[in-house]
């Protein structure tokens, strides 16, 4: 508690609370090409004795990233050796851990060229929605989902709502803190699609909700305290450790395969289904009118990947698998013709790992047809998770032409 009131006040006091340190860590790198590598990289946990961060994959040079902190780099790498495993260890650059946020003072109004060319916070994403939704109250409309578990609103826009009934895609961003570009992608999607005359035709038969942060507590905190940070923020009695992986946490096939039961992992899967407020806020409302949700994507990143279900287990498909194999290389084609930039379209589950719980999942077994996972950009080089800001806009180009392609797709599933 007195630890906890000093922490408060120095952040008061400065205005910068501390920043987890990064120093040391590595990141690995194995290329799981050979059959025999990836059984090992499949049963890393088994192998090491701990679950390494697995940050993503690079489908292109099939290679696995793993975030290593520096007391168990040594362990590692003998553990790799003994079991012959050609591995890279590269160094983090610690520095890309320590960009601190310039928190902007919200009288400045946040425009489109924010969204395009910078990562905001919490509040200025919800204040770009809200000037939006004053601009244009009768294409946006905001709703409130629910309460996150520290208290920020869980918002909903919704698009395109006339009170008729449309078939309805579903866009989520940003379950995952660390991965920012989702957030991103969602704002852009909502300010696009809605400004451009164009899409006027769409949202005439289709319509579009967009939850542009289902996570805002472990989204702040990876702006504020832990830039690798993944979870929630929900507390544990008698627990060092804190955060569900809401990404883990779906009422279908809960707590079963490529999950932790332990509160201090990475995926964590929850104490029970629906455990973390975000969770029962989303499938509440995915719920209440999921007999019109025709559509469904997850963005997150990376790995320039769409994935669809099954995927809490391997070699599973649902009974219209050819369905979404073919509208998602319809993304796939769409998002490379804007700039040349390849996605891989790929069963989530017979990747590196399957894992259960997660929303793509639940949204499918709810008769939601075409459910997705998109991973974003980047996918060849170590940027990961910390997509220079630079590169958003190119991004979000692209990721609005695989949802557009997706709404023309269930615009006439009535
Ligand atoms: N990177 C995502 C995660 O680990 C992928 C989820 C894909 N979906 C699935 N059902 N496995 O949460
Ligand atoms: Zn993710």
Redesign the pocket.
């Known amino acids: 508690m007195l630890l906890q009131l000093l922490t408060i006040s120095v952040v008061i006091s400065t205005g910068i609370a501390e920043y987890k340190n990064y120093d040391g860590f590595k990141i690995l790198e194995v290329n799981f090409q050979n059959p025999r590598v990836k059984k090992y990289v499949q049963e890393i946990d088994k192998n090491l004795g701990f679950m390494p961060d697995f940050l993503g994959e690079n489908w292109k040079q099939k290679q696995a990233h793993y975030f290593i902190d520096k007391d168990s780099v040594e362990k590692v790498r003998s553990n790799l050796a003994m079991n012959n495993i050609t591995y890279q260890m590269r160094d983090v650059n610690p520095q890309l851990f320590k960009v601190r946020r310039k928190r902007r003072d919200l009288n400045g109004v946040v425009t489109i060229n924010d969204v395009n060319n910078r990562y905001l916070s919490y509040d200025e994403q919800m204040q770009f929605l809200n000037t939006l939704s004053q601009q244009y109250p009768d294409d946006v409309k905001l709703q409130k989902l629910g309460n996150s578990y520290e208290g920020r609103a869980l918002t909903a826009v919704r698009i395109g709502d006339d009170g008729s009934n449309k078939p309805i895609v579903w866009i989520d961003a940003g379950?995952?803190a660390r991965?920012w570009i989702s957030y991103n992608v969602a704002l852009y999607l909502v300010y696009t699609i809605v400004t451009q005359p164009v899409y006027r035709d769409l949202l005439n038969s289709v319509q579009l909700i967009v939850v542009p942060n289902t996570n805002p507590d472990g989204y702040e905190y990876s702006r504020t305290n832990d830039r690798m940070w993944?979870k929630t923020r929900s507390r544990f009695s008698n627990s060092r450790c804190g955060g569900a992986d809401a990404?883990r946490n779906y009422p279908f096939f809960w707590g079963t395969q490529g999950v932790s039961h332990h509160q201090c992992s990475e995926i964590y899967c929850g104490s029970r289904p629906q455990s973390e407020p975000e969770v029962l806020a989303l499938t509440n409302a995915i719920q209440r009118e999921e007999t019109r949700i025709k559509g469904y994507i997850a963005l997150?990143?990376y790995g320039q990947e769409i994935l669809y279900p099954w995927g809490h287990t391997m070699h599973t498909y649902p009974s219209d698998v050819k369905d979404l194999i073919r509208v998602g290389k319809a993304m796939a084609k769409a998002i490379k013709a804007v700039n040349n930039t390849d996605y891989n379209v790929v069963n989530s589950g017979d990747g590196l790992y399957p894992a259960a719980g997660a929303s793509d999942d639940w949204a499918k077994s709810r008769g939601i047809k075409y459910s997705y996972t998109i991973?974003l950009s980047p996918v060849d080089d170590y940027t990961g998770f910390v997509l220079p800001e630079e590169r958003i806009n190119q991004v979000c180009r692209e990721a609005f032409q695989a949802i557009q392609v997706l709404m023309i797709e269930v615009k006439t599933m009535f």
Do not use: Q
Request: charged share 40%; no cysteine.
């Open positions: 379950v995952h991965e993944r990404n997150h990143s991973e």
